[in-house]
């Protein structure tokens, strides 16, 4: 298969995908359209800023939580609400406000981390995540452990909590804006020197570039698309607390862009939607087994779907889809996991 | 080739809708037990069932009150609906309720983790999905908000609150079909600023609470009432829910002040109680007093031993001898058993089962019919628990919807049954504590937080010198 005609067939994918996507709100429930789809819809947009940094700069960040959290609680405390300063802003002035107040801290956070690499990047970053908990929890001017209710949201998207509709395409749109425009920019000039100085760093800066200028210009624009993940998240909420940011859901978004496969931000959406469909049924499917599994025993399934996705295909779903749709076309088996994967997966597999 | 692609992307999007397709009207295997019925479509008359969702919290702080709080309403159905245990754990389900030859099924049982987020996801998931027409739930203060303001969107179902015990979700939010037959956070601790003031000699005292809204409750009413009478709250502190350290939270409690009131709750409490063990060197439980979970029965059993000695007051009182209190905690033995009987003086329990008794007393008066709920609101509006429906002590609601009832004052004493699990005491009885204290709250002054209600002297509440002395057994 060559390169145009791979090309143009995942532009018919994401087409049939989208369209699909746009037809559920006609086949759904109401309920299953915004839990499930919506849901799943801003966890991806969350994971894929997580992703973005992983494929293509090499870096796993686990502060995109931290990230979402400021530009939730931005949002939370500029519109009128219960709680927090409930400044009553525009929501709309109160979203610009969110994305850059956030995309700001982003940035000043990728200064710091951007020296960092390998385990130490990961260190840092979660104490960021851990940092916006404990600040929002311990400021309670801003939040408080109680957090921010009653939003209010802009008319575009209604009352979520009634009819989820308008907010489900709202999110989609978004989401399909952002899957574009993070895979435009990693084919950019920008992009393309981003995964070169994920591979041999070394070798980037001996040719001119400024290696941590590149890592957090990156970074920052992960943080505007955590951001958006963010204030989506407090619309599809109507509330947003500690709880919302903590470090449970520091890992969930992990778990998410894994499960999905960080070498593709696809995957950041395949995860979500996994992941939102497990944490709701699994609740009712989950057998019980004696005295052994307790109440909460749906996250032992949560756990076990996790490890076998990690054990059969280190690149997720969206890794697994890739390795069966080669065998499918070749009619034989491929001759190891990223021998003639995406040219990213390739290369990362040399990433430690 | 690109066929085959596509043709495999269309087969994977047929199962993913397969998937969901089966959940959108999920109702053939519900979790809990009853029988499932066909139809999802609102009750129209007829025998169709009626669907009820419990809403309890089985991750998080409170993980552990799952099966004491689903037993609760279990054994409300149990003793009103002619109920039986579908199996040996409460969250087994129930078989054969009815009321008014309306089938009762109970459509699952949902699982929370003390967050709002998760709450209402809950909430959605019984209501929308399971298509339940009646909530009872949930367990915790920040939940309870969050689902009375859930349930102000949806009046064509109806929602009774568990255990969640924050002032505002009543108070506040003022939603017209959500209901809640037991005291607050705040009405529980009525007596405890009296009892310290005029019998132990506090004039100063230190508060420590969990951070968020049931704490702020329920330390409010101490506050309301110790300030009102003539004492001084010099210090709040206020740690994470569920924490695990307490360490610089216990340094933060002055050593100057008379009292500690102490708010912590669930798995808190037990790391609370043993670390102020080790860094203070005893738990002087003459100088402390603890809020509803000092004297619940699995906390006394793990950390009971340091408690002996401490106040604590609530709607239950493990020690009343009254014939009701025996009957309920008989038949929630012969339903599930000793370990779940022996939480039967928990509030937890206790909750859930006056919400259940509560909706089936007005389910019963609407003669099982819900095709329109206001019906059944009106009716549980003007809802009174008396006798075996609430062994201890009549429940009638006020204007909000919030229960208007007794509250009991304690002291936890060494074990006297010869379980080697300390036993409670109870010394005073507060008939009809209303959720306002005589007015210092309402629906306009500031919600109970980190700094609120201002500790200032004021009339008192109507039962301070008027509480009933109470010796049962003695």
Same mark, same amino acid.
């Given at each position: 298969?060559?390169?145009?005609?791979?090309?143009?067939?995942?532009?018919?994918?994401?087409?049939?995908v989208v369209v699909?996507?746009?037809?559920?709100?006609?086949?759904?429930?109401?309920?299953?359209?915004?839990?499930?789809?919506?849901?799943?819809l801003?966890? $991806?947009?969350?994971?894929?800023?997580?992703?973005f940094?992983?494929?293509?700069? $090499?870096?796993?960040s686990?502060?995109?939580?931290?990230?979402?959290?400021?530009?939730?609680?931005?949002?939370?405390?500029?519109?009128?609400?219960?709680?927090?300063?409930?400044a009553?802003?525009?929501?709309?002035?109160?979203?610009?406000?969110?994305?850059?107040?956030?995309?700001?801290?982003?940035?000043?956070?990728?200064?710091?981390?951007?020296?960092?690499?390998?385990?130490?990047?990961?260190?840092?970053?979660?104490?960021?995540?851990?940092?916006?908990?404990?600040?929002?929890?311990?400021?309670?001017?801003?939040?408080g452990f109680?957090?921010?209710?009653?939003?209010?949201?802009?008319?575009l998207?209604?009352?979520?909590?009634?009819?989820?509709?308008?907010?489900?395409?709202?999110?989609?749109v978004?989401?399909?804006?952002?899957f574009?425009?993070?895979?435009?920019a990693?084919?950019?000039?920008?992009?393309?020197?981003?995964?070169?100085?994920?591979?041999?760093?070394a070798?980037?800066?001996?040719?001119?570039?400024?290696?941590?200028?590149?890592?957090?210009?990156?970074?920052?624009?992960?943080?505007?698309?955590?951001?958006?993940?963010?204030?989506?998240?407090?619309?599809?909420?109507?509330?947003?607390?500690? $709880?919302?940011?903590?470090?449970?859901?520091?890992?969930?978004?992990?778990?998410?862009?894994?499960?999905?496969?960080?070498?593709?931000?696809?995957?950041?959406?395949v995860?979500?939607?996994?992941?939102a469909?497990?944490?709701?049924?699994?609740?009712?499917?989950?057998?019980?087994?004696?005295?052994?599994?307790?109440?909460?025993?749906?996250?032992?399934?949560?756990?076990v779907?996790?490890?076998i996705?990690?054990?059969?295909?280190p690149?997720?779903?969206?890794?697994?889809?890739?390795?069966?749709?080669?065998?499918?076309?070749?009619?034989?088996p491929?001759v190891?996991?990223?021998?003639?994967?995406?040219?990213?997966?390739?290369?990362?597999?040399?990433?430690? | 080739?690109?066929?085959?692609?596509?043709?495999?992307?269309?087969?994977?999007?047929?199962?993913?809708?397969?998937?969901?397709?089966?959940?959108?009207?999920?109702?053939?295997?519900?979790?809990?037990?009853?029988?499932a019925?066909?139809e999802?479509t609102?009750?129209?008359?007829?025998?169709?069932?009626?669907?009820?969702?419990?809403? @309890?919290d089985?991750?998080?702080?409170?993980?552990?009150?799952? &099966?004491?709080?689903?037993?609760g309403?279990?054994?409300?159905?149990?003793d009103?609906?002619?109920?039986?245990?579908?199996?040996?754990?409460?969250?087994?389900?129930?078989?054969g309720?009815?009321?008014?030859?309306?089938?009762?099924?109970?459509?699952?049982?949902?699982?929370?983790n003390?967050?709002?987020?998760?709450?209402?996801?809950?909430? #959605? #998931?019984?209501?929308?999905?399971?298509d339940?027409?009646?909530?009872? %739930?949930?367990?915790?203060?920040?939940?309870?908000?969050?689902?009375?303001n859930?349930?102000?969107?949806?009046?064509d179902?109806?929602?009774?609150?568990?255990?969640? %015990?924050?002032?505002?979700?009543?108070?506040?939010?003022?939603?017209?079909?959500?209901?809640?037959?037991?005291?607050?956070?705040?009405?529980?601790?009525?007596?405890?600023?009296?009892?310290?003031y005029?019998?132990?000699?506090?004039?100063?005292?230190?508060?420590?609470?969990?951070?968020?809204?049931?704490?702020?409750?329920?330390?409010?009413?101490?506050?309301?009432?110790?300030?009102?009478?003539?004492?001084?709250v010099?210090?709040?502190?206020?740690?994470?829910?569920?924490?695990?350290?307490?360490?610089?939270?216990?340094?933060?409690?002055?050593?100057?002040?008379?009292?500690?009131?102490?708010?912590?709750?669930?798995?808190?409490?037990?790391?609370?109680?043993?670390?102020y063990?080790?860094q203070?060197?005893?738990?002087?439980?003459?100088?402390?007093?603890?809020?509803?979970?000092?004297d619940?029965?699995?906390v006394?059993?793990?950390?009971?031993?340091?408690?002996?000695?401490?106040?604590?007051?609530?709607?239950?009182?493990?020690?009343?001898?009254s014939?009701?209190?025996?009957?309920? !905690?008989?038949?929630?033995?012969? @339903?599930?058993?000793?370990?779940i009987?022996?939480?039967?003086?928990?509030?937890?329990?206790?909750?859930?089962?006056?919400?259940? #008794?509560?909706?089936a007393?007005?389910?019963?008066?609407?003669?099982? *019919? !819900?095709?329109?709920q206001?019906?059944?609101?009106?009716?549980?509006?003007?809802?009174?628990?008396?006798?075996?429906?609430?062994?201890?002590g009549?429940?009638?609601l006020?204007?909000?919807?919030?229960?208007?009832?007794?509250?009991?004052?304690?002291?936890?004493?060494? *074990?006297?049954?010869g379980?080697?699990v300390?036993?409670?005491?109870?010394?005073? #009885?507060?008939?009809?504590?209303?959720?306002?204290?005589?007015?210092?709250?309402?629906?306009?002054?500031?919600?109970?937080?980190? &700094?609120?209600?201002?500790?200032?002297?004021?009339?008192?509440?109507?039962?301070?010198?008027?509480?009933?002395?109470?010796?049962?057994?003695?």
């Amino acid at each position: 298969m060559t390169p145009v005609s791979r090309g143009r067939s995942s532009w018919i994918a994401i087409a049939v995908v989208v369209v699909l996507a746009g037809l559920a709100p006609l086949v759904f429930t109401n309920f299953f359209v915004s839990v499930i789809l919506t849901k799943a819809l801003w966890l $991806g947009l969350a994971a894929a800023s997580l992703i973005f940094l992983s494929a293509y700069g $090499g870096m796993v960040s686990l502060a995109q939580v931290g990230l979402y959290g400021v530009g939730g609680m931005v949002y939370a405390n500029l519109v009128l609400a219960d709680g927090g300063l409930a400044a009553a802003w525009n929501p709309w002035l109160a979203t610009v406000a969110a994305l850059l107040i956030a995309t700001a801290v982003g940035f000043g956070f990728g200064a710091i981390a951007g020296r960092s690499e390998g385990i130490y990047f990961l260190m840092i970053t979660l104490a960021f995540s851990v940092l916006v908990y404990y600040f929002f929890s311990q400021v309670t001017q801003l939040a408080g452990f109680g957090g921010v209710n009653n939003l209010d949201l802009p008319g575009l998207v209604g009352n979520p909590g009634l009819d989820g509709t308008s907010l489900y395409y709202v999110t989609l749109v978004v989401s399909v804006v952002v899957f574009l425009g993070l895979r435009y920019a990693s084919r950019t000039p920008f992009g393309l020197a981003l995964q070169g100085l994920r591979d041999e760093p070394a070798r980037m800066r001996a040719l001119g570039f400024d290696v941590t200028t590149h890592r957090v210009l990156a970074f920052t624009l992960a943080a505007f698309v955590a951001a958006i993940a963010g204030v989506l998240s407090v619309w599809y909420n109507r509330r947003i607390s500690p $709880g919302s940011i903590n470090l449970e859901q520091t890992i969930n978004i992990l778990i998410i862009a894994v499960v999905g496969g960080l070498y593709r931000l696809e995957g950041a959406w395949v995860g979500g939607l996994v992941y939102a469909l497990l944490d709701n049924y699994s609740r009712d499917w989950t057998p019980e087994i004696g005295n052994v599994l307790g109440p909460d025993r749906f996250n032992t399934i949560i756990g076990v779907v996790f490890l076998i996705i990690v054990l059969l295909s280190p690149g997720g779903l969206v890794g697994l889809w890739e390795r069966v749709s080669d065998r499918v076309e070749r009619g034989r088996p491929t001759v190891g996991p990223g021998a003639e994967g995406p040219p990213q997966q390739a290369l990362s597999s040399e990433v430690p | 080739m690109r066929a085959r692609k596509l043709m495999a992307l269309a087969g994977a999007t047929l199962a993913l809708g397969l998937v969901a397709g089966c959940g959108s009207d999920d109702d053939d295997e519900p979790s809990g037990g009853g029988t499932a019925t066909e139809e999802s479509t609102p009750a129209e008359g007829g025998g169709e069932a009626i669907k009820v969702a419990v809403l @309890s919290d089985c991750e998080g702080a409170f993980g552990s009150f799952f &099966e004491p709080t689903v037993s609760g309403f279990n054994q409300a159905l149990i003793d009103a609906a002619g109920a039986k245990p579908a199996g040996q754990k409460p969250s087994d389900g129930l078989e054969g309720a009815t009321i008014g030859g309306k089938e009762i099924e109970i459509v699952s049982y949902g699982c929370s983790n003390d967050t709002a987020d998760k709450a209402i996801e809950e909430t #959605r #998931r019984l209501m929308e999905q399971e298509d339940a027409d009646i909530l009872v %739930g949930p367990l915790s203060g920040d939940e309870g908000i969050a689902v009375a303001n859930y349930a102000k969107e949806h009046p064509d179902k109806t929602f009774i609150n568990g255990i969640a %015990g924050a002032q505002d979700s009543t108070l506040k939010v003022q939603a017209p079909n959500f209901f809640r037959f037991h005291p607050d956070g705040a009405q529980w601790s009525a007596g405890l600023g009296d009892h310290a003031y005029n019998t132990l000699g506090w004039k100063t005292a230190a508060i420590i609470g969990d951070d968020y809204s049931f704490p702020y409750t329920s330390l409010a009413g101490f506050v309301a009432e110790f300030c009102a009478i003539g004492g001084d709250v010099t210090k709040r502190v206020w740690a994470p829910l569920g924490e695990k350290d307490y360490s610089s939270y216990i340094s933060q409690i002055p050593k100057d002040v008379d009292g500690i009131y102490v708010g912590i709750g669930g798995a808190g409490l037990i790391s609370f109680i043993k670390q102020y063990k080790q860094q203070v060197g005893k738990v002087d439980t003459e100088r402390m007093m603890g809020n509803v979970f000092w004297d619940d029965p699995l906390v006394l059993k793990e950390v009971g031993k340091d408690l002996v000695g401490g106040t604590t007051s609530a709607m239950t009182a493990a020690d009343d001898d009254s014939t009701e209190v025996k009957e309920y !905690i008989a038949n929630l033995k012969t @339903s599930y058993g000793d370990e779940i009987a022996g939480a039967g003086p928990s509030v937890f329990t206790y909750g859930y089962y006056t919400a259940g #008794r509560a909706l089936a007393k007005a389910l019963e008066s609407v003669n099982g *019919d !819900i095709a329109d709920q206001a019906k059944l609101q009106e009716a549980l509006s003007s809802t009174e628990l008396s006798g075996d429906e609430a062994p201890w002590g009549d429940v009638t609601l006020d204007e909000n919807h919030q229960a208007i009832s007794n509250v009991f004052v304690k002291k936890i004493v060494a *074990d006297k049954t010869g379980d080697g699990v300390p036993d409670v005491q109870t010394f005073a #009885r507060i008939p009809d504590v209303d959720q306002t204290f005589g007015g210092v709250f309402s629906p306009d002054t500031p919600p109970p937080d980190r &700094e609120n209600p201002k500790c200032k002297k004021g009339t008192p509440p109507p039962w301070v010198g008027n509480t009933e002395k109470v010796n049962f057994g003695g």
